[in-house]
């Protein structure tokens, strides 16, 4: 089988957040545009010079990615849409990398966004998938709250994790989203005893291990570093970045995705192990798929994620695995397509970001894994990525 | 106000698949080319991709995953009937079914499973003693 090739020359700047909203009256187009505005605004780039874009959204309606460009006044000579749910975010980064070595593109924006409107939700997990429609909705209408509590219990049944292992999770990353301005959540703290009283939803799995669907948008800019040292930007470098979808199909039960599959390869491309990963950002809409990370990108052994998050702080201060370090999707919300762990790595590695930010962090990763097309998550991504030129934008 | 009613929306597979079932026998798609049973169903075989499927009964016998209650739905119908009894259950004859678990099976229990239309013509799968 052939390897990715290195994504050298390419630089990752100008990551931005549209701050999270529980609902709101506004589209997915408003989000989205926010961000686009936000990241020409901070960079001082011209809207002109933006040639790529890259858009995921699961609210978007009937709407697309070259919708958006006449509502932004865009004229992309390349253009990517990417409906991959949690992996979104790293996958478009991957694609627009490539884009940009191969010329192209000069200039990308990937932005995921989403609204929230009160029957938003409901749509999307009524109409996610045909296999959902025949095979899971009728019983219990459940969303992914069904599939993944089955997930969980049977984790939970084959390698002996408990609730407070998943606890350690919720109540660390709700720890790093007090430390985030940004994060829905942020303004209360969550302790163990209340992530163990927390009313059941499905079967082990409790309020705390549920996300909140939300509003808001992330993005970032992809470039040449020739482009970003010309503009004298800070910016960020990829490292390594795969992806696997519908990986280990036969298993009964998913208890590991795609990431070992290609892990090896990432981490011999990237130059580092494990060891030297400064900040982990899993894609964490329940904590058990936070493990499946772990585990499958090296961190741990398989099944031995419970015993490394009793072992390791999680918090961005705590001198462990700083993971989810801005509170991650379960205390900052759901919005975007798993944009914001890659956003949060970025700013990570540039050493912008704020109050939780990682002492001297360098090196960051990011994984992504989405679409519970029928009983499991299908996609598994993740990107390593160097900040080069660190700072944060006005 | 309305009594909310059970999603009845399936795609045109679904309402195959619900036609097909039969009182004491589970009907699923057979390949007739390589003989893989698949489910959820599908417009081609998921092992060799031949569109030649046929509705067949097949072994009714498998073994539960897992299983939990739903305490929470996005349908009004079910949260009225909060809470619902999930399991999913390895069929001998090869996939994964998510079914209603209304004899309290747990993980290792041998189960039938069995396609049940409620009043409204929808189709569940159960999950029954062997
Ligand atoms: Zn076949």
């Not at chain 1, 350690?168 to 985030?180: E, G, K, L, P, T």
Request: net charge negative.
């Amino acid at each position: 089988m052939s390897r990715p090739q290195p994504y050298t020359g390419v630089a990752i700047l100008a990551p931005v957040t549209v701050p999270y909203a529980r609902f709101s009256d506004h589209s997915a187009a408003w989000f989205i545009g926010n961000a686009l505005a936000t990241m020409l605004r901070q960079t001082g780039i011209d809207k002109k010079e933006v040639d790529g874009l890259s858009i995921s959204s699961f609210t978007l309606g009937s709407d697309s990615a070259v919708s958006l460009t006449e509502h932004f006044g865009l004229v992309p000579r390349w253009l990517e849409q990417i409906p991959f749910g949690g992996s979104s975010g790293v996958v478009s980064l991957r694609r627009a990398a490539r884009a940009i070595q191969n010329g192209d593109a000069d200039m990308i924006a990937c932005i995921g966004g989403d609204t929230s409107q009160t029957q938003s939700f409901k749509e999307t997990v009524a109409n996610f998938s045909t296999f959902s429609t025949d095979a899971v909705y009728p019983y219990g209408s459940p969303g992914p709250n069904g599939p993944f509590s089955l997930i969980t219990q049977r984790y939970m049944d084959t390698y002996g994790a408990t609730r407070e292992d998943f606890g350690r999770i919720a109540v660390s990353q709700r720890y790093n989203a007090n430390h985030n301005p940004n994060a829905l959540l942020g303004h209360k703290t969550l302790t163990m005893e209340q992530y163990l009283q927390a009313r059941p939803i499905a079967g082990p799995v409790h309020l705390f291990d549920c996300v909140m669907p939300c509003a808001g948008a992330d993005g970032f800019l992809v470039t040449s570093v020739a482009r970003a040292e010309a503009l004298g930007l800070p910016y960020a470098t990829l490292l390594a970045a795969d992806e696997r979808h519908n990986a280990f199909h036969q298993d009964p039960v998913q208890l590991r995705g795609g990431w070992s599959l290609f892990r090896d390869d990432l981490y011999n491309l990237a130059g580092v192990g494990p060891q030297d990963i400064d900040c982990l950002q899993t894609y964490d809409d329940y904590p058990v798929i936070c493990m499946l990370q772990m585990e499958g990108l090296g961190f741990c052994e398989q099944g031995s994620a419970p015993e490394f998050v009793r072992n390791n702080s999680l918090s961005f201060d705590g001198g462990g695995l700083p993971h989810n370090t801005n509170g991650g999707q379960l205390s900052v919300g759901q919005a975007g397509c798993g944009y914001l762990g890659v956003v949060e790595t970025i700013k990570q590695v540039l050493n912008c970001a704020g109050d939780h930010q990682v002492p001297s962090a360098r090196i960051g990763m990011v994984s992504g894994y989405g679409m519970v097309n029928y009983d499991r998550g299908l996609c598994s991504a993740a990107a390593i990525v160097r900040g080069e030129k660190q700072g944060g934008l006005a | 106000m309305s009594h909310p009613l059970p999603p009845s929306h399936r795609t045109p597979l679904g309402f195959q698949l619900r036609d097909a079932q039969t009182r004491d026998q589970l009907v699923l798609q057979v390949c007739q080319q390589c003989e893989t049973v698949q489910y959820p169903p599908r417009n081609v075989c998921v092992n060799c991709l031949d569109n030649d499927l046929n509705w067949q009964p097949v072994s009714a016998e498998g073994k539960v995953l897992a299983s939990n209650q739903l305490h929470s739905s996005v349908e009004e119908y079910y949260q009225e009937g909060i809470p619902f009894e999930l399991a999913s259950v390895k069929l001998n004859a090869g996939p994964v079914v998510l079914a209603c678990n209304s004899i309290d099976a747990t993980a290792g229990d041998q189960v039938r499973v069995l396609g049940e239309q409620d009043e409204h013509g929808n189709l569940l799968l159960r999950a029954l003693k062997p």
